[in-house]
């Protein structure tokens, strides 16, 4: 590595070489809620640091260990968002977006947590984020797994499991959360630390535990399907229904249970085992009750996020390389005198032109150095203009990609030949 000012640990820089690939992943991405009728909303990347306590979680990793927290001049405690979810919770309170209505919400943008940096996992991150609020029935539940089977598709992404569970409503959880305790507390002196400092605060989390050690004693833990209550019973096999009818492939995992504690019925991650030890990709599912937590009327809602480095890795790894759009005509202008009035065309080109790219030979050279440039950028024809043709009040037309005679026209009808030569 240079010496000089470094970046932050975790915190990477996305280089030209590597826009495409997050470029076709954001394009599509945009194009799949817009299918599916979901508007675009964008929340701060500061919130106050109350509110990821009260929607994640106090004994979740994320407040205990991750998150980005700071005060600021006037004292007030803020975070640097780790999760987007909360912020379009707030967002939807605060500007009165409520009150019996119904919204379908899509925000992408970085998220930060101070995790220890790996291949997929960084302490900058970029999250797309979708959210259904108000919508309480499974039918949304099973539209929004289904909406992104159909993005896996849209990318050619094949090694993608989809994982199902539900962790029922508020009050069976807790009757299934203390019988998980005095299970856990049978077999307290074989936990480990992590787990029993969250058996005080939030159980659940130890079924997700990957220490090879506590395996078998997750095992052997109660279920909470086993616990569900009737109607959160009854959501759920309408949900499962509602998959196997569009013909999407899943799995039901009593484990899955999720990090945050604002989850409550259908939850769901799609996994991958083509990134190593990250292999959540996608994860969601509801919080019914996070909105009137947070100060806000009942509203029932679900809701996704989707870690952007990830998939772009999962699209490296298939090969998808996206076709980078070549300029349409490269200007070569040698010469000051036909670099000035050759920038001046290449301005009217793109006014008369709007649909076409047109690129100006920058930096200077002779033909020969310019010429290369223009075979390098892919265009499909160099526009010519040297001392000739200026005096001659002409330009010459010359193909790039195929054997075809060079053509001149005047200067003011160039935009005219351009898009007839373009159109062959």
Same mark, same amino acid.
């Given at each position: 590595?240079?010496?000089?000012?470094?970046?932050?640990?975790?915190?990477?820089?996305?280089?030209?070489?590597?826009?495409?690939?997050?470029?076709?992943?954001?394009?599509?991405?945009?194009?799949?809620?817009?299918?599916?009728?979901?508007?675009? @909303?964008?929340?701060?990347?500061?919130?106050?640091?109350?509110?990821?306590?009260?929607?994640?979680?106090?004994?979740?990793?994320?407040?205990?260990?991750?998150?980005?927290?700071?005060?600021?001049?006037?004292?007030?405690?803020?975070?640097?968002?780790?999760?987007?979810?909360?912020? @379009?919770?707030?967002?939807?309170?605060?500007?009165?977006?409520?009150?019996?209505?119904?919204?379908?919400?899509?925000?992408?943008?970085?998220?930060?947590?101070?995790?220890?940096?790996?291949?997929?996992? $960084?302490?900058?991150?970029?999250?797309?984020?979708?959210?259904?609020? #108000?919508?309480?029935?499974?039918?949304?539940?099973?539209?929004?797994? %289904?909406?992104?089977?159909?993005?896996?598709?849209?990318?050619?992404?094949?090694?993608?499991?989809?994982? %199902?569970? +539900?962790?029922?409503?508020?009050? +069976?959880?807790?009757?299934?959360?203390?019988?998980?305790?005095?299970?856990?507390?049978?077999?307290?002196?074989?936990?480990?630390?992590?787990?029993?400092?969250?058996?005080?605060?939030?159980?659940?989390?130890?079924?997700? &535990?990957?220490?090879?050690?506590?395996?078998?004693?997750?095992?052997?833990?109660? =279920?909470?399907?086993?616990?569900?209550?009737?109607? &959160?019973?009854?959501?759920?096999?309408?949900?499962? +229904?509602?998959?196997?009818?569009?013909?999407?492939?899943?799995?039901?995992?009593?484990?899955?249970?999720?990090? =945050?504690? $604002? $989850?409550?019925?259908?939850?769901?991650?799609?996994?991958?085992?083509?990134?190593?030890?990250?292999?959540?990709?996608? +994860?969601?599912?509801? $919080?019914?009750?996070?909105?009137?937590?947070?100060?806000?009327?009942?509203?029932?809602?679900?809701?996704?996020?989707? #870690? @952007?480095?990830?998939? !772009?890795?999962?699209?490296?790894?298939?090969? %998808?390389?996206? !076709?980078? /759009?070549?300029?349409?005509?490269?200007?070569?202008?040698?010469?000051? /005198?036909?670099?000035?009035?050759?920038?001046?065309?290449?301005?009217?080109?793109?006014?008369?032109?709007?649909?076409?790219?047109?690129?100006?030979?920058?930096?200077?050279?002779?033909?020969?150095?310019?010429?290369?440039?223009?075979?390098? &950028?892919?265009?499909? =024809?160099?526009?010519?203009?040297?001392? &000739?043709?200026?005096?001659?009040?002409?330009?010459?037309?010359?193909?790039?990609?195929?054997?075809?005679?060079?053509?001149?026209?005047? !200067?003011?009808?160039?935009?005219?030949?351009?898009?007839?030569?373009?159109?062959?």
């Amino acid at each position: 590595m240079t010496s000089g000012v470094q970046p932050i640990r975790g915190m990477n820089d996305v280089l030209p070489a590597d826009i495409g690939l997050w470029q076709h992943l954001e394009a599509t991405l945009r194009e799949l809620v817009a299918m599916y009728g979901y508007d675009e @909303i964008r929340v701060p990347v500061v919130e106050h640091t109350e509110l990821f306590k009260r929607s994640i979680g106090e004994y979740t990793d994320i407040v205990e260990k991750e998150m980005y927290t700071f005060s600021d001049q006037g004292g007030d405690s803020l975070t640097l968002r780790p999760e987007a979810t909360a912020g @379009i919770a707030r967002a939807a309170i605060s500007n009165g977006l409520l009150r019996g209505q119904k919204h379908k919400l899509w925000c992408i943008g970085p998220m930060f947590r101070h995790e220890r940096p790996q291949k997929g996992r $960084y302490r900058q991150f970029h999250q797309f984020d979708v959210e259904a609020l #108000g919508y309480e029935g499974p039918d949304v539940d099973a539209e929004m797994i %289904v909406m992104i089977g159909r993005l896996w598709r849209m990318l050619g992404v094949t090694r993608v499991r989809l994982q %199902v569970n +539900s962790l029922g409503t508020p009050a +069976s959880r807790a009757a299934y959360r203390e019988e998980l305790v005095r299970y856990f507390r049978g077999h307290e002196a074989a936990l480990d630390a992590d787990s029993r400092r969250r058996l005080g605060g939030n159980p659940l989390r130890i079924l997700d &535990s990957k220490n090879p050690d506590m395996q078998a004693i997750v095992a052997g833990a109660p =279920l909470i399907l086993d616990h569900l209550d009737p109607e &959160s019973r009854a959501h759920f096999a309408a949900l499962k +229904s509602a998959l196997r009818a569009t013909g999407i492939d899943y799995t039901v995992n009593p484990r899955l249970v999720r990090g =945050l504690d $604002y $989850y409550s019925r259908t939850v769901f991650e799609w996994t991958t085992d083509a990134l190593g030890a990250q292999d959540a990709v996608c +994860s969601g599912g509801r $919080y019914d009750g996070l909105i009137a937590q947070l100060g806000g009327e009942s509203t029932p809602a679900i809701g996704f996020a989707m #870690g @952007i480095e990830r998939v !772009v890795e999962l699209l490296r790894g298939a090969g %998808v390389v996206p !076709v980078a /759009r070549a300029p349409d005509v490269y200007i070569v202008a040698p010469g000051e /005198r036909a670099a000035a009035a050759g920038l001046a065309l290449a301005e009217r080109l793109r006014e008369a032109l709007p649909q076409r790219r047109i690129a100006f030979g920058l930096g200077g050279g002779n033909f020969k150095a310019q010429f290369r440039r223009a075979d390098r &950028s892919g265009a499909r =024809l160099a526009l010519v203009l040297g001392d &000739s043709e200026m005096d001659r009040g002409v330009v010459a037309i010359k193909h790039l990609r195929r054997d075809a005679e060079q053509i001149e026209c005047p !200067v003011a009808e160039a935009h005219a030949r351009l898009a007839a030569v373009l159109e062959e």
